[in-house]
């Protein structure tokens, strides 16, 4: 079991699980090579918003051209229930994908979300921060950390967010 203080870090071989540790410390005034943990922005870039916003747009058009051929006499109850409870689900997320945002402040990560997801930085056990450059308009960068039995994923669409997070997987 590591210390609360330490992250296992993933070496840089592809497909390597997590070998070596690093402390996770903000980074103090007085190191002028340190990049602070301190960062604020968007869970998602403006891309997977417009193409999130490109499918709830294509499943509403969908569902109206398909609402004109249904035979309402015989849409139960139950039926309009599910339909009711799925356009909802979407709504919501799609909502949050919009408005989402990721905060490093404090030693506390923070994600809006329908929750509020956020970790302390000090009880963070395992982390990965999984960012793929050349997809990242199609892929989220994210940070998934472990904090004993619970995993909870942190989405960034933000450089300065981003710079954190792999600072925090230097253990700077």
Known sequence: ???????????????STNQATAAVTPSTP?????IPLEAEGPAFTALI???ASVLVGALIVWGARTSRLMD?????LSAGLVWGAALA?????YYWILKSRTS???????QTWVWKKQVNIADIRQAKFIYLP?????????LVVRT??????????HPDVQRAFAALMLGR
């Open 89 to 93: 689900i979407v709504l919501v997320v």
């Open 30 to 34: 007085d190191a002028p090579d340190a």
């Open 134 to 142: 050349a997809l990242s308009w199609l892929i989220a960068p994210r």
């Open 72 to 76: 309402w006499q015989s849409f139960s």
């Open 49 to 51: 918003k417009l193409l």
């Open 148 to 157: 004993g039995p619970i995993m909870t994923v942190f989405y960034t669409a």
């Open 104 to 110: 490093i402040k404090n030693g506390v990560i923070t």
């Open 1 to 15: 079991m590591t210390d609360a203080t330490t992250q296992p870090v993933a070496s840089p071989e592809a497909g």
